[in-house]
T-cell receptor, first 115, second 108 residues
Framework: DAGVIQSPRHEVTEMGQEVTLRCKPISGHDYLFWYRQTMMRGLELLIYFNNNVPIDDSGMPEDRFSAKMPNASFSTLKIQPSEPRDSAVYFC?????????????FGPGTRLTVT | GQSLEQPSEVTAVEGAIVQINCTYQTSGFYGLSWYQQHDGGAPTFLSYNALDGLEETGRFSSFLSRSDSYGYLLLQELQMKDSASYFCAVFSGYALNFGKGTSLLVTP
């Protein structure tokens, strides 16, 4: 398996623009997670899905952020409009749903810079 | 809510042993995980403790005391490549919530 795939790897955009981050989880994994990492706040859980259904979005910072998972192999995280404080590395991770499965597999991340 | 505390930085000499502590407060606890992250890379899984005691995997060991809400990661025979950030994370049954991470610097 290729692991968790994220695109783009780097994104530079201007304040006010829409940004869409993409993720392909590991085939067969039931859980998908979006995290944001900054020096100040560390690794924050934004939202997670189980079987394509959003379960907990309490970590989404505000209404400018939205996430979808239209099928088992694809998820998007959208920021509209983007602001400089959204600059961070965004990670997608997936995990199998079997009992006693605890390991989360992270993608390489998308480094977002909003100017 | 949840909170996790771990030291921000640790420095150790190549070949030595280092212990990274983690204390947590949480309303729901299934287990404690440890992840490693090199600069510019993604977090990768190191260990998971659901029960009290020590789990050993090669040079790395992880310990959990549920009654003390405390765990640690023990790295032995340190190598230069072990220089990285190490995160403890509480598993709530569905998702992981991470601490701020400990930056480990291994010096010659």
């Amino acid at each position: 398996d290729a692991g968790v795939i994220q695109s783009p790897r780097h994104e530079v955009t201007e304040m006010g623009q829409e940004v869409t981050l993409r993720c392909k989880p590991i085939s067969g994994h039931d859980y998908l997670f979006w995290y944001r990492q900054t020096m100040m706040r560390g690794l924050e859980l934004l939202i997670y899905f189980n079987n394509n259904v959003p379960i907990d979005d309490s970590g989404m910072p505000e209404d400018r952020f939205s996430a979808k998972m239209p099928n088992a192999s694809f998820s998007t995280l959208k920021i509209q409009p983007s602001e400089p404080r959204d600059s961070a590395v965004y990670f997608c991770a997936s995990r199998g749903g079997e009992q006693d499965t605890y390991e989360q597999y992270f993608g390489p991340g998308t480094r977002l810079t909003v100017t | 809510g949840q909170s996790l505390e771990q030291p921000s930085e640790v420095t150790a000499v190549e070949g030595a042993i280092v212990q990274i502590n983690c204390t947590y407060q949480t309303s729901g606890f299934y287990g404690l995980s440890w992840y490693q992250q090199h600069d510019g890379g993604a977090p990768t899984f190191l260990s998971y403790n659901a029960l009290d005691g020590l789990e050993e995997t090669g040079r790395f060991s992880s310990f959990l005391s549920r009654s003390d809400s405390y765990g640690y990661l023990l790295l032995q025979e340190l190598q230069m490549k072990d220089s990285a950030s190490y995160f403890c994370a509480v598993f709530s049954g569905y998702a992981l919530n991470f601490g701020k991470g400990t930056s480990l610097l291994v010096t010659p």
